[in-house]
């Protein structure tokens, strides 16, 4: 991307996703559209925020670029100020995955088979993520031996993001379809799970991608721990349980239809017009949960307190 | 299929697959081949015996249509004897689904929406088949709403073969992930499931389709019925418990890849040579099952008393 435009239309298609990384890229946009024209800062902002009113993480990282590049000389130095301020808002991201990483690693000692769902990398938040800054950090200490991945239907994160990252990071791993977990975890082959999580009531019930719950279940038959790692913003005070949490209901034809692991495309697998229920989440509830992992720590157990108390 | 040789090579490409069905087609596979050449009885059995020479069923379904063609005149009346053995075993086969199906649907009173997982109908089994039987019972008694199909990756025969099924049968249905279905048990959406199974081991542990397994524990942690139906045939009384069932392990390119709707194909979905871990099966300790149902009646509470009085 060359522009602040471009940025905000990433951020605007969900190209760039995650309130974190969001801020992240919106920061840096300010940066490249100064780099074009050192006195766009006001219209450079407003574009970037415009690209998603909502999100709390880009007005901040857009305010603080324009506070930094305000308070320097016009011309390159103001250009060189917003670039600064944007590494740094980037360099703070990456240092709380970094430490999510090392708190979720401390948990799992002896663990050397991890089942991981969806996607909860460096696609997904800035520096290694969240889960999957977990299971690298583990690597990093020599402890990891394989890793394996849950596909994640209907749109396949696990088999279309979470292959891709793990060989990037050169990280040993197998993919399976969802349904292979618990029977795989029945039968020994996992020591732990490791997901991310898209919200967490204030008791520690967490609504993360589908098929989350049913991983849930089976590490607990199982008796191995299940690890839900996530930035302590993704913690809801304000909501009681995971009862309060509406499960998104999407499109039909995510299930009716497999994407293509090429560019664009997708196939029907089924009857034309096929009725389909599409949750996009699923609830584990606190009860299941081993530890919730965060920047800033541990709740474990996962009780009302101790989420709370995440929060300071 | 118009003689033995094609109704043979279906049996051997497994276009045409479990036991009973195997039985039943070979039947009529004499019979067609005779209607061909009335003289040809002793090559049309053989051809059809050595489709799959392990099925047990076959061969005592060729032998019965041999028999009774050998015992009429040559000719016209030698195929119609023919055809009517045949007729007899498909006869005999369906009323045994018809039957399971009435013992499923006793157990499921008050039950109106439905989760099965995988393929157990018409195209899996004689008659309505298995699982789906006693789905087809329910709508027949006027108590069925709604039955929830779970694709059932890799291959996808809940999305490609069960949904034919319903829409066939005019049984109201809708489709899932596999992963979806854990969710939907907790959030009451579902009253039972009903699957069927490959092998049932002397203490009631089920062996059945990749996926099963975490849809029964669902079922126990929502508390709702989780009914395994099959013939009596799949009751294996010499494997104690299913510990002692091997799992197969399938090529990894069925989770590499997604078959599509249309007549052949498939495509790649994830980054070409990923690993893969693929196992057809898994096992449902006895302990989650709610009943066992067969064409002789029901295993409830499922001990292995009960499972193996089944086998009288």
Redesign the interface.
């Known amino acids: 991307m060359r522009s602040a435009a471009e940025v905000a239309a990433a951020i605007t298609r969900l190209s760039i996703r995650g309130a974190p990384l969001i801020g992240v890229a919106a920061g840096y946009g300010v940066a490249l559209e100064l780099a074009r024209d050192p006195d766009a800062l006001p219209r450079a902002c407003e574009t970037l925020v415009a690209a998603r009113p909502t999100a709390v993480n880009l007005v901040h990282a857009v305010d603080r670029v324009r506070q930094a590049a305000s308070a320097s000389a016009p011309g390159r130095p103001r250009v060189a100020a917003a670039l600064a301020q944007a590494r740094a808002i980037h360099a703070e991201e990456a240092a709380s995955s970094f430490a999510l990483g090392r708190h979720g690693a401390d948990q799992l000692a002896g663990c050397r088979r991890i089942l991981t769902h969806c996607n909860t990398g460096a696609l997904a938040a800035p520096g290694r993520g969240t889960g999957l800054a977990v299971i690298a950090e583990l690597a990093d200490r020599g402890e990891l031996e394989l890793v ?1 991945v ?5 749109l ?1 994160q696990g ?2 993001l979470t ?2 990252e793990l ?1 990037r990071l050169g990280i040993a ?12 975890i ?2 020994g ?1 996992v020591d732990a799970v490791v997901v991310g999580c898209d919200r967490v009531a204030a008791n520690g019930d967490v609504a993360n991608k ?5 991983h849930a ?2 590490a607990a ?1 199982g008796g191995i721990p299940f690890i839900v790692a996530g930035p302590c913003s993704t913690i809801d005070r304000d909501c009681a349980t995971g009862a309060e949490i509406a ?1 998104e209901q999407r499109d039909a034809d995510e ?2 239809r ?5 560019a664009g495309g997708s ?6 017009g ?6 996009a ?3 584990t509830p606190a009860a299941l949960i081993t530890a919730l992992v965060t920047e800033r720590g541990v709740a474990k157990p996962v009780t009302g307190g101790a989420v709370l108390g995440l929060l300071g």
Not at 150 to 154: D, Q
Not at 258 to 262: E, F, M, R
Not at 267 to 272: C, D, S
């Open positions: 394996l849950s596909e994640s239907r209907p396949l088999a279309r292959v891709y060989g791993h197998e993919l399976i379809v969802d349904g292979a977990a618990a029977g795989l029945a039968a082959e589908v098929g989350t719950y049913s279940l089976a038959a499960i299930v009716r497999v994407p293509s692991g090429g196939y029907e697998v089924t009857v034309a096929t009725p389909c229920r599409n949750p989440f699923d609830l």
